[in-house]
């Protein structure tokens, strides 16, 4: 009786189509002030890194696609044999001018503790570093991910942070004089 239940058999589930493990990786920003997920609308690229449960990198999947990235159901589809899984996306950060990845990837060799990214810095003189334009948006979120033998389809979704802000600040004297620079 279990031999003719079997997916693997198809005696009974012959109908049923595909019987293999599916898994779609959701995407939503929804850390922000109006906790409302806005990733359609702030974020322009991702990139999605899988690491086993050795920390190394078995799957990576990017996209720049900005009218499926805005759709407002972007998906990731990834297809894994059963084990435990680490992912990691970085949104925002291809094709940008603010950051790059400090590694080169490599499945099967990048650790996930060197996918770690970098600011583009102007050095003046001295050495010293400093940026002179507002950084482009940034974006990171991890989550463990354990794939089943189960045949079927499943979503699972990641939540993403924010690493950017530009924040201004704006000095106006009370008293209607000049506001004096070196104070």
């Known amino acids: 009786m279990l031999a003719a239940s079997s997916c693997k058999d198809g005696l009974i589930f012959d109908g049923e189509g595909d019987c293999g493990i599916y898994y779609r ?11 409302a997920d806005a990733f359609a609308h702030e974020v322009n690229s991702v990139a999605l890194y899988v690491f086993d449960e050795n920390e190394i990198l078995v799957e990576e999947i990017a996209t720049t696609d900005k009218a499926a990235l ?11 044999l059963p084990g435990k899984y680490t992912l990691l996306a970085w949104g925002g950060l291809m094709n940008e001018e603010s950051f790059d990845l400090l590694a080169d ?7 996930l503790q060197d996918l770690q990214v970098k600011m583009h810095r102007q050095y003046d003189e001295n050495g010293q570093a ?9 974006f990171h979120g991890t989550m463990p991910l354990e794939v089943t033998a189960r045949p079927g389809t499943y ?4 939540s993403l942070m924010k690493n950017t802000n530009v924040v201004r600040i704006l000095l106006h004297e009370m008293s209607g004089h000049d506001v004096d620079a070196d104070k």
């Open 25 to 35: 990786i959701r995407f939503k920003y929804d850390y922000n002030i109006k906790f």
């Open 70 to 80: 805005s759709s407002g159901n972007f998906e990731i589809p990834v297809e894994l």
């Open 105 to 111: 990837t490599e499945v099967g060799k990048t650790r």
């Open 130 to 138: 400093r940026v002179s334009e507002d950084l482009l948006p940034l």
């Open 155 to 158: 979503t699972e979704t990641m």
